[in-house]
């Protein structure tokens, strides 16, 4: 029961075609071309190309592709932006806004045309938004799922909730819980695979498997194949094995 995973992508549409050159160059390999790949979501922000990620990923999976794509916080903050520029979401800190610049709105709103997003007010900006984000990218990202459940792996964008059955987890915990899951040492009933907490690279724990490898913020983009719960990073020069750390620092 093969996968193939893919960590926070944050609009960096080289680097998401780059990484499904690197999974079709192994589907080939082993000659499985039905095992799915799982996005782990945070499909937008920071990065040049929101709207051309968006956009690639929504007529793969129209066209047949067996890709799944999980939502992730930015990816919610990107749809409760366009329904409704004030409002906040629950797990953002009151501090930050959509467009704050650490947040990384403004870029997302520049691939489809809206200039300087973060400079202008904010009513025109919304407007302008509004009218140029596409129909179908608004229901592609509503309707994405919080997590995936396949053969060994649970696949989510931030984590859970230890010791709540994944049909009674919150969705604000799905996509942006951090602490108390990054520190629990227990065992899941499947392997925890997610993004959302970026470090320098992929780190399997033992219990989880974190592939945000920082792509938001200038580093790579994973691709992973999972056999099971034996965990390979896939390169340009094929597969490197990833071997369980559980002491590996979680941030």
């Known amino acids: 029961m093969r996968s193939y995973a893919i960590g926070d992508i944050h609009g ?18 082993c000659g499985d071309t039905d095992a799915p790949v799982v996005h782990i979501g945070d499909l937008v922000d920071r990065g040049p190309d929101s709207r051309a990620v968006i956009d690639y990923l929504a007529r793969g999976i129209a066209a047949g592709e067996n890709w799944v794509v999980l939502k992730g916080n930015h990816d919610r903050m990107f749809s409760l932006f366009l ?6 979401d629950p797990g953002l800190r009151a501090e930050f806004s959509y467009l704050h610049p650490r947040i990384g709105g403004g870029p997302t709103l520049a ?6 997003a973060s400079d ?7 407007a302008e938004a509004v009218a140029a984000v596409p ?44 602490d108390p899951f990054l ?8 392997l925890l695979v997610h993004g959302h907490t970026a470090l320098a690279g992929a780190v399997y724990y033992g219990n989880r498997l ?21 965990v390979s990073i896939l390169a340009d020069g094929g597969r490197a094995l990833l071997l369980p750390t ?3 620092p979680i941030r």
């Open 83 to 88: 329904d409704n520029p004030t409002a906040q």
């Open 12 to 29: 960096h549409f080289d680097l998401l075609r780059a990484a499904h050159a690197r999974i079709a160059k192994d589907k080939a390999a």
């Open 210 to 230: 974190n592939i945000d490898s920082s792509a938001g913020y200038g580093g790579p983009l994973t691709a992973v194949v999972l056999e099971g719960r034996a």
């Open 246 to 248: 559980p002491d590996a």
């Open 120 to 126: 202008r007010p904010l009513a025109p900006v919304h």
């Open 111 to 116: 691939s489809y045309g809206v200039a300087n």
């Open 135 to 178: 129909a179908e990218h608004r229901a592609f990202l509503a309707s994405r799922p919080a997590y995936y459940a396949y053969a060994e792996a649970l696949f989510v964008h931030a984590g859970i909730r230890p010791g709540v059955a994944i049909k009674d987890q919150a969705e604000d915990d799905l996509v942006w819980i951090r």
């Open 183 to 190: 520190g629990y040492r227990g065992s899941f009933p499947r």
